[in-house]
């Protein structure tokens, strides 16, 4: 079975429709995160083929809170060389539909309970009698597609449908299960059960009863002797002990052990006194070393202020010529900011003149594009108007032609439904051929005919002969009636739909809409020409032309003020200055009495205002940048001045403290007080040496070991006396009952009773181990043949387990339910049942043995199809990998749609994956 297409629409989360086609016949991989809609897809797989159209528990498919959504599913698979396409509507649309056969085969269509039917014995499975469909129902595809999480639950959906797989292994297993051979079987287990337990074969019953009387009497026999063998050796032990005692009171054995505590704890004592002294000899040699390192640091310290004094003063000359450098800095800077100055003036008076040179100039400019733009917004309103127009009349048109497309629909179905109903009827009606000689006529229901044709009676017609008589033909066919009646009906239903529209015919109806649809274009036109010149509308284009034409009127009325304001500048600039000297004039020869460097200024050209502003723009910022770099020099000069006074300072203080009174003195009782307290310390370190010598040799550890050791030793041996003394009084007392109670008359009673008892238990194992030997023979007997009929799936199973587990084998129950599992371990072959094996185990096991179901149906002709939501979560990178080989194998023979929120984990399965996000924005 491949499916090819699929289509879910109002379906739970799907309100709009979703549509996947050109699935592969192999391996398809749909990735998405939760809650995308993967167990959606697969809930409304199983609704199109498992859930009934009329069932009323279809209300869970619904969008949530749309009442009114009608959930359905469509489907597009092949199988067995036939196509089909199943479509089932839900709840308000309640319908099914199954379509097999197409691509140049006459279809064949199935509706309702037919088509459920029909999709339930192709696929392997059944209907619910009432309510929702459930586990029990789903037979074949409910053990293939697994659910998110289910994958590692094989019994249940395999119970359901081991029925469908026996069919497929062969009536044979139900014969062993169901032959005369289970009559001897069930003889055996019943003749066993009064002896043994059914499961673990244990003794029960009479049998038990005796084993345990048998094995009473053995105990008490047991006893008996014991308590015999107990009493003699009693008496052994009470000569030994009276012996023993009677030495130690002679000699208590503690009495040396004392001593030998008393003396290790002197010698304790002794080395416990050396190690205080050399604990006061450790705190000696550190304080030693201490002082040691305070004259170390001092004298260290008088060489430190010699070096100090030479660095102070190399770092004061360094700090002199520094300063010099600075102070020379500033100067330069102080010329460069009076020049940038200068230039910056008259690059401000050109600025003003180009911005009025530029200023009337835009102004000619936007005057000339306002006139330009008036004459060209006064032509586009009058096209247009003109466009308006002719959209206004189109659509007048169109709408006393308008013709609705349910009225078109309904007339086009209404004929379709007449030809169909004629052509029926012309199918079913009596065919009437007539050739008549010349001259000859008969009457057919009173109408005359001669010479030679055809008529189709569909209702009973009199033929009359002349000179002959009457008659009377009666076409056969139950439903020839009734395609005439329905005929009729379709005439004139099409006749009262062509009536109320005022058409003559269907071609009428068909040219009515195409000249509709032809104003309607023809309008659409007028309106997009009418976007393209008003896009904004007329209103918008007559406001645009009114703000233009005042806009027009307000330049020519600035470009008559600015040449007045021109005029009047250059009137002020000529009376001005002293002895009729404009202003102009005077910058001129400010310019010409500047240095020489600067002169050729007046001779550039004249500077647009753009590039005048961005060359005072550029003084400016050169003057900025001047003035910065002299305040940096200046506070150069200034820090530099500050580092010598510092300087200066650092090295007075220096040379002060080499020149103070009694320095060399101090240095010189220094280094003797140095020398005098390393030979103390030489001479400490010796007396430590010494003392730890001694303490290292006495081992005080191994005293203190001895010291606990003897003590122990006298109280151990003076408590062992007490407690032989004790012992001697109680075995007494012990031998003197024991002799009073008879031990050996009641061996000899329990011996008598004991072998009478062993006969019976005896006749009855012997019983048991004869019936359970042969239930054994009649068992295994039927797993041979069992074995022998389950071997195609086995090696089924098989091939996917050597995949996972490298020279791994599994057996199948009679169930054909996975069983033990051997495989490589760390220690040899390891063993397990599939109950006993990890959850990602179990889970791998159950996606393997569905996968050998599916190729044993695949043989058999049946269809297969493997969904896997979200399996195989829970194994690791190694196992996941090898799983992968499994499924790509599979996928070779089956369909595999495979649903994952994890698509890093299957970019090497060779296929591209679909992303449902995207899926659902397509569609």
């Not at 089932?88 to 140049?104: D, H, P, V």
């Not at 290790?264 to 004592?269: H, I, V």
């Not at 003149?353 to 005057?367: C, F, G, P, Q, V």
């Not at 499994?886 to 595999?896: P, Y």
């Amino acid at each position: 079975m491949k499916l090819s297409r699929f289509r879910i629409a109002q379906f739970r989360q799907f309100r709009d429709a979703i549509e996947i086609d050109g699935l592969a016949p192999g391996l398809n991989l749909f990735t998405g995160p939760n809650e995308t809609g993967k167990s959606t897809i697969v809930t409304a797989l199983r609704a199109a083929f498992f859930e009934r159209y009329r069932s009323n528990s279809a209300e869970d498919f619904r969008p949530w809170g749309d009442g009114a959504a009608a959930p359905s599913v469509t489907l597009d698979f092949e199988h067995g060389g036939e196509q089909y396409q199943l479509l089932k509507s839900f709840l308000g649309k309640k319908r099914c539909e199954l379509q097999i056969g197409g691509a140049g085969r006459s279809p064949r269509r199935l509706d309702g309970a037919e088509a459920e039917d029909h999709l339930a014995m192709l696929l392997g499975f059944q209907h619910a009698n009432k309510g929702a469909s459930k586990a029990e129902h789903w037979g074949i595809p409910g053990l293939l597609w697994m659910a998110q999480g289910t994958a590692q639950d094989v019994r249940e959906p395999l119970a359901h449908a081991t029925g469908h797989l026996r069919s497929v292994l062969g009536s044979a297993v139900s014969d062993v299960a169901s032959s005369h051979g289970d009559d001897i079987i069930a003889r055996v287990e019943s003749a066993r059960g009064e002896l043994l337990t059914a499961r673990s074969g244990k003794p029960t019953g009479g049998y038990q009863l005796a084993l345990d009387k048998r094995d009473q009497l053995a105990a008490a026999a047991t006893q008996v002797a014991a308590e015999i063998e107990e009493y003699r050796h009693k008496v052994d032990d009470l000569a030994r002990l009276r012996q023993a005692h009677d030495a130690d009171e002679a000699q208590p054995p503690w009495l040396d052990a004392r001593e030998q505590e008393r003396a290790a704890a002197r010698r304790l004592e002794e080395i416990q006194e050396i190690e205080r002294t050399l604990g006061e000899q450790r705190v000696r040699v550190a304080q030693i070393e201490e002082r040691t390192t305070l004259l170390r640091a001092q004298i260290e310290g008088y060489a430190k202020d010699a070096r100090t004094a030479e660095t102070r003063r190399v770092a004061l000359a360094e700090a002199r010529q520094a300063h010099e450098a600075a102070v020379a800095g500033v100067a330069p800077w102080r010329l460069r900011l009076d020049e940038t100055t200068r230039q910056h003036e008259a690059a401000s008076i050109g600025a003003q003149r180009a911005r009025l040179r530029e200023r009337r100039t835009s102004l000619d400019r936007e005057h000339a594009a306002l006139q330009a733009g008036v004459q060209a917004a006064t032509q586009t309103l009058a096209a247009a108007q003109d466009e308006q127009a002719r959209q206004q009349d189109h659509e007048r048109r169109a709408a006393a032609l308008r013709i609705t497309e349910q009225d078109l629909a309904a007339l086009r179905e209404q004929a379709r439904l007449q030809r169909e109903l004629e052509l029926r009827l012309s199918a079913v009606a009596t065919r009437l051929e007539f050739a008549l000689e010349a001259g000859q006529v008969i009457e057919i229901d009173g109408s005359t005919v001669q010479g030679s044709g055809e008529r189709q009676l569909a209702k009973a017609t009199a033929l009359t002969l002349p000179g002959v008589g009457r008659l009377t033909i009666t076409p056969g066919g139950a439903d020839l009636t009734a395609l005439r009646r329905q005929a009729d009906e379709a005439g004139e239903r099409l006749s009262s739909l062509l009536q109320s529209l005022d058409l003559a015919s269907l071609d009428a109806a068909e040219a009515r809409a195409r000249e509709c649809r032809s104003a309607l274009d023809e309008a659409k036109v007028a309106a997009a020409t009418l976007k393209g010149l008003a896009p904004q509308g007329l209103d918008a284009l007559r406001s645009q032309l009114a703000r233009d034409e005042a806009r027009l009127r307000e330049v020519e009325q600035v470009r008559v003020q600015l040449v007045q304001q021109g005029s009047d500048t250059e009137k002020q600039a000529e009376e001005s200055g002293p002895g009729g000297e404009s202003t102009h004039a005077r910058t001129d020869k400010q310019i010409e009495a500047r240095p020489a460097t600067q002169a050729g200024a007046a001779d550039a050209p004249v500077l647009s205002a753009q590039e005048a502003e961005s060359r005072l723009a550029a003084l400016e910022r050169s003057l900025k940048q001047i003035g910065a770099d002299l305040h940096k020099a200046q506070l150069a000069a200034s820090d530099s001045q500050a580092r010598v006074d510092a300087a200066q300072r650092e090295h007075d203080a220096a040379q002060a403290a080499l020149s103070a009174p009694g320095r060399a003195e101090k240095e010189m009782a220094s280094r003797q007080s140095l020398d005098d307290t390393l030979a103390e310390a030489a001479s400490a370190r010796a007396r430590v040496q010494s003392l730890l010598a001694q303490v290292e040799q006495a081992r005080p550890d191994i005293l203190k070991q001895d010291l606990e050791r003897y003590r122990r030793s006298a109280e151990q041996l003076e408590q062992a006396f007490h407690q032989r003394r004790d012992a001697l009084m109680r075995l007494d007392v012990e031998l003197q009952a024991a002799g009073a109670r008879g031990l050996e008359e009641r061996q000899a009673e329990i011996t008598r009773d004991l072998a009478q008892a062993r006969r019976h238990a005896q006749e009855l194992t012997q019983r048991a181990e004869a019936l359970d030997r042969l239930l054994t023979l009649l068992r295994d007997k039927r797993a041979a043949l069992t074995a022998q009929l389950q071997a195609p799936l086995r090696q089924h199973l098989q091939r996917y387990v050597q995949l996972l587990f490298p020279q791994g084998q599994v057996d199948l129950d009679t169930d054909l339910m996975p069983g033990t599992l051997a495989r490589a371990g760390a220690a040899g072959l390891e063993a397990a049942r599939f109950e006993e094996l990890s959850f990602g185990a179990r889970e791998q096991l159950g996606v393997i043995s569905r996968l050998a179901y599916a190729d044993l149906l695949l043989e058999a002709g049946r269809p297969t199809l493997i969904i896997l939501d979200d399996a195989l979560v829970h194994s690791d990178d190694q196992r996941l990998a090898q799983m992968k080989r499994v499924l790509f194998d599979a996928a070779t023979r089956h369909q595999v749609l495979l649903f994952t929120c994890h698509p890093a984990n299957w970019r090497d399965m060779g296929v591209a994956p679909r992303a449902l996000e995207g899926l659902r924005t397509r569609a």
